[in-house]
């Protein structure tokens, strides 16, 4: 079983700045890709940012230049710092991993994906 552990949602002014991390656990052998996806109300889920286990990133075009993601693999955790926020940025934030369960899985190739629970960014204008 995976666990992820979400932090670091709330409100914030426009122009204002978050830090989310996810910190993955459980009965993981080796993480692939991490990364955060958001979704606003009558929207669909989106990806907001992604990095791999090389440290390759990637951006949705809205937040490039504002919003960087990082990761520990050491603690098996991504964090995602966010600037200079505006209010659509306002979202339900949610943390993927990409991840193999034991080594099995990792020299067969099969890779499974988890999601945390979500954590609310608000903005305000």
């Known amino acids: 079983q995976v666990q992820l552990a979400e932090s670091g949602g709330g409100l914030v002014q426009a122009g204002g700045s978050l830090q989310l991390s996810c910190a993955a656990s459980?009965?993981?052998?080796?993480?692939?890709?991490m990364g955060w996806y958001r979704q606003a109300p009558g929207k669909q889920r989106e990806l907001v940012a992604g990095?791999?286990?090389?440290?390759?990133?990637n951006y949705e075009d809205s937040v490039k230049g504002r919003f960087s993601i990082s990761r520990d693999n050491a603690k098996n955790t991504a964090y995602l710092q966010m600037n200079s926020l505006k209010p659509e940025d306002t979202a339900v934030y949610y943390c993927?991993?990409?991840?193999?369960?034991?080594?099995?899985?990792?020299?067969?190739?099969?890779?499974?994906?988890?999601w945390g629970q979500g954590t609310q960014v608000t903005v305000s204008s």
């Open positions: 993927q991993v990409r991840y193999h369960r034991d080594r099995y899985s990792y020299f067969s190739g099969r890779e499974e994906a988890y």
């Open positions: 459980g009965s993981i052998f080796r993480i692939n890709g």
């Open positions: 990095i791999t286990s090389a440290g390759y990133t």
